[in-house]
């Protein structure tokens, strides 16, 4: 390790004290996920438990909606790894959400192909007709809308998942109003899915 001359190192100064999520309520998988996630790390050598984070991440998405420190800890409690470790992998990631979220997740993605495509109009058409930024959740506690990097399929820009999962193809500035109607009466049905899985 190398110390800058000008650097004020004082005691502690090698401690972080970023902040990555709130503290939430306290956290504990519910004994099907103990089984499940046990089952995961089954797979893997003892001392590779780690290999796990993203399926016990994921874990504590679907159990409480999104990761709170309380969370992060109890998964490196689980893992035997560090919060820290669990912290690094959970701000890597996109699709891990450190504050609440709307029903439904609008990734919109905004790389090369979608972007020439429309993207960024699209995200302003979707801005206006929730009335909130990207990042944002919209009054009704229904939408959250963001923005996302390629999604594969960049012949059918621009693209929308939802909720990390669902699929929407080919979606225009002028559809955007009746998308977000749609998604409110019909759910993921109103979804045109990924053309690779309603085609093959
Ligand atoms: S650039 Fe948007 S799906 Fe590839």
Same mark, same amino acid.
């Given at each position: 390790?190398?110390?800058?001359?000008?650097?004020?190192?004082?005691?502690?100064?090698?401690?972080?004290?970023?902040?990555?999520?709130?503290? !939430?309520?306290? &956290?504990?998988?519910?004994?099907?996920?103990?089984?499940?996630?046990?089952?995961? $790390?089954?797979?893997?050598?003892?001392?590779?438990?780690?290999?796990? /984070?993203?399926?016990?991440?994921? &874990?504590?998405?679907?159990?409480?909606?999104?990761?709170?420190?309380?969370?992060?800890?109890?998964?490196?409690? &689980?893992?035997?790894?560090?919060?820290?470790?669990?912290?690094?992998?959970?701000?890597?990631?996109?699709?891990?959400?450190?504050?609440? /979220?709307?029903?439904?997740?609008?990734? /919109? $993605?905004?790389?090369?192909?979608?972007?020439?495509?429309? +993207?960024?109009?699209?995200?302003?058409?979707?801005?206006? =007709?929730? !009335?909130?930024? /990207? !990042?944002?959740?919209? +009054?009704?506690?229904?939408?959250?809308?963001?923005?996302?990097? $390629?999604? !594969?399929?960049?012949?059918?820009?621009?693209?929308?998942?939802?909720?990390?999962?669902?699929?929407?193809?080919?979606?225009?500035?002028?559809? $955007?109003? =009746?998308?977000?109607?749609?998604? =409110?009466?019909?759910?993921? +049905?109103?979804?045109?899915?990924?053309?690779? =899985?309603?085609?093959?």
């Amino acid at each position: 390790m190398s110390f800058h001359p000008l650097m004020p190192y004082g005691e502690g100064w090698h401690k972080s004290d970023r902040i990555v999520a709130a503290e !939430g309520q306290p &956290f504990a998988f519910t004994p099907d996920r103990v089984r499940q996630l046990e089952e995961i $790390c089954g797979k893997y050598p003892p001392d590779r438990r780690k290999s796990a /984070v993203l399926a016990a991440l994921y &874990f504590v998405q679907e159990q409480q909606g999104y990761l709170t420190a309380n969370a992060m800890r109890h998964v490196a409690e &689980f893992l035997r790894i560090t919060p820290a470790e669990v912290e690094d992998v959970a701000t890597y990631y996109v699709m891990f959400y450190r504050a609440p /979220v709307g029903r439904y997740v609008l990734q /919109v $993605c905004r790389t090369l192909s979608c972007a020439l495509g429309g +993207a960024e109009r699209v995200v302003e058409a979707l801005s206006e =007709k929730l !009335g909130i930024k /990207v !990042g944002e959740t919209d +009054a009704s506690g229904m939408f959250t809308l963001m923005e996302f990097e $390629c999604l !594969g399929a960049c012949d059918r820009a621009p693209v929308v998942m939802v909720n990390n999962e669902y699929w929407h193809e080919r979606l225009t500035p002028e559809n $955007c109003s =009746k998308f977000v109607d749609d998604i =409110k009466v019909r759910g993921e +049905a109103a979804l045109s899915g990924c053309y690779l =899985k309603v085609e093959n």
